[in-house]
């Protein structure tokens, strides 16, 4: 693609710069967090079924949650600082070339944090309480529900860097909407397998035609159609265009996929985690979900940005293709 | 612990799904990135070059 140019400026080797530090240390923080977190969970649950008090109405056991919290967002702040710090611009990270550099960084000590997270997420999962109504049932929502919030969040992004390729036409709001595509079709479709297998035994049904199953249908639907658009145009540019605009005219499903709990009269529960007056699912459940819903989200951020990666390459490879084939007297701008 | 009731089965295939799918994503994703890496390496070894390479050179 000749558009995934750069500005040839010459960077210091991640190494000098404090990044690898940094990154060792938020690594040590987010090991020292999460492992706090699953002991302090078990010891309440622990105390819950011994005497009824876990212990966690008190601020002060929410703190290792918040250390996971504070962990996430400031891996995001120190990236953004340090690249601010190091070159200047901001802007910078959406080229190409630091973009590779950058999550190449990143992505190991991510994807040990999400591991862990996830081992913890299940670790407490399979700790958790019955449900006083659901039984054991109730275990299904804890894949069940981050998968179902990451479906919709993936196809926000989409939409997002759809614009952001269609109003300023920047190649790498392509390559991510274009990376987020697949996944976000196998969050969907994980979200409906599991809510099918969650209703047999509390419904009574695999499937029922109400208004948040339907839409969460059309949203699976839609992620298939963006895959199926971008294979049937030969043409990279118009086949962003064309599935920019379709994923555009889709982002109207997803509010709707929100609030059908509420416009209409659904067999499916209406919203219990984020909601106004605060959520009403006992912490002993609750902790898990969140810590889940966490485990998922950093999932999803390691594996959008490793598809992104390989469709740099890939877009790489066909300019340098394309170039050799016009007669080789260009090099590939990318 | 691992006593889940009678409705064991729906609980084990969720879990099942999930393991099935985000492990066929992450292999997806890794894989992925690996043959783009060695399609990309194989056009250098052919002598075809960035333009970012021939200002470098």
């Given at each position: 693609?000749s558009?995934?140019?750069?500005?040839?400026?010459?960077?210091?080797?991640?190494?000098?710069?404090?990044?690898?530090?940094?990154?060792?240390?938020?690594?040590?923080?987010?090991?020292?967090?999460?492992?706090?977190?699953?002991?302090?969970?078990?010891?309440?649950?622990?105390?819950?079924?011994?005497?009824?008090?876990?212990?966690?109405?008190?601020?002060?056991?929410?703190?290792?949650?918040?250390?996971?919290?504070?962990?996430?967002?400031?891996?995001?702040?120190?990236?953004?600082?340090?690249?601010?710090?190091?070159?200047?611009?901001?802007?910078?990270?959406?080229?190409?070339?630091?973009?590779?550099?950058?999550?190449?960084?990143?992505?190991?000590?991510?994807?040990?944090?999400?591991?862990?997270?996830?081992?913890?997420?299940?670790?407490?999962?399979?700790?958790?309480?019955?449900?006083?109504?659901?039984?054991?049932?109730?275990?299904?929502?804890?894949?069940?529900?981050?998968?179902?919030?990451?479906?919709?969040?993936?196809?926000?992004?989409?939409?997002?860097?759809?614009?952001?390729?269609?109003?300023?036409?920047?190649?790498?709001?392509?390559?991510?909407?274009?990376?987020?595509?697949?996944?976000?079709?196998?969050?969907?479709?994980?979200?409906?397998?599991?809510?099918?297998?969650?209703?047999?035994?509390?419904?009574?049904?695999?499937?029922?035609?109400?208004?948040?199953?339907?839409?969460?249908?059309?949203?699976?639907?839609?992620?298939?159609?963006?895959?199926?658009?971008?294979?049937?145009?030969?043409?990279?540019?118009?086949?962003?265009?064309?599935?920019?605009?379709?994923?555009?005219?889709?982002?109207?499903?997803?509010?709707?996929?929100?609030?059908?709990?509420?416009?209409?009269?659904?067999?499916?529960?209406?919203?219990?985690?984020?909601?106004?007056?605060?959520?009403?699912?006992?912490?002993?459940?609750?902790?898990?979900?969140?810590?889940?819903?966490?485990?998922?989200?950093?999932?999803?951020?390691?594996?959008?940005?490793?598809?992104?990666?390989?469709?740099?390459?890939?877009?790489?490879?066909?300019a340098m293709i394309a170039i050799h084939v016009r007669g080789g007297g260009e090099a590939a701008?990318? | 612990?691992?006593?889940?009731?009678?409705?064991?089965?729906?609980?084990?295939?969720?879990?099942?799904?999930?393991?099935?799918?985000?492990?066929?994503?992450?292999?997806?994703?890794?894989?992925?990135?690996?043959?783009?890496?060695?399609?990309?390496?194989?056009?250098?070894?052919?002598g075809l070059r960035?333009r970012?390479?021939?200002?470098?050179?």
């Amino acid at each position: 693609m000749s558009g995934l140019s750069e500005p040839q400026t010459v960077r210091a080797p991640a190494e000098d710069t404090m990044f690898g530090p940094a990154l060792r240390g938020w690594l040590a923080f987010m090991v020292l967090a999460i492992g706090w977190s699953v002991s302090r969970y078990y010891v309440g649950v622990a105390n819950l079924e011994a005497n009824g008090n876990p212990g966690w109405d008190t601020w002060l056991w929410w703190v290792p949650e918040i250390m996971v919290v504070v962990g996430i967002l400031g891996l995001f702040i120190l990236v953004v600082s340090l690249e601010a710090s190091n070159h200047s611009r901001i802007a910078n990270l959406a080229n190409p070339t630091p973009f590779m550099r950058m999550s190449g960084e990143i992505l190991p000590r991510l994807a040990l944090v999400t591991a862990l997270l996830i081992a913890a997420g299940l670790a407490m999962s399979f700790r958790a309480p019955p449900d006083d109504l659901q039984g054991q049932a109730a275990r299904i929502m804890f894949i069940h529900v981050p998968a179902a919030w990451l479906s919709m969040a993936c196809y926000t992004l989409t939409a997002i860097s759809s614009a952001g390729y269609l109003i300023w036409r920047h190649p790498l709001a392509d390559v991510s909407a274009k990376a987020a595509v697949p996944i976000g079709a196998t969050f969907t479709l994980l979200a409906l397998l599991t809510g099918s297998l969650w209703g047999k035994p509390m419904w009574g049904a695999y499937w029922v035609w109400d208004a948040r199953l339907t839409s969460v249908l059309i949203l699976f639907f839609l992620y298939l159609g963006l895959i199926a658009l971008r294979q049937a145009i030969d043409d990279p540019g118009r086949a962003g265009r064309a599935a920019a605009i379709l994923s555009l005219l889709g982002a109207v499903n997803i509010p709707i996929i929100k609030f059908s709990v509420n416009w209409w009269n659904t067999l499916h529960q209406p919203a219990s985690v984020i909601r106004a007056g605060g959520p009403t699912i006992h912490p002993a459940l609750l902790i898990p979900l969140l810590v889940m819903a966490f485990a998922f989200t950093l999932l999803f951020v390691a594996l959008h940005m490793k598809a992104m990666r390989a469709e740099i390459l890939r877009r790489r490879c066909e300019a340098m293709i394309a170039i050799h084939v016009r007669g080789g007297g260009e090099a590939a701008n990318v | 612990m691992f006593d889940l009731g009678p409705n064991a089965g729906f609980i084990w295939i969720s879990y099942g799904a999930a393991v099935l799918l985000i492990g066929g994503l992450i292999v997806w994703a890794w894989a992925g990135e690996r043959e783009q890496q060695q399609r990309l390496a194989g056009l250098e070894r052919r002598g075809l070059r960035r333009r970012s390479s021939q200002q470098e050179l």
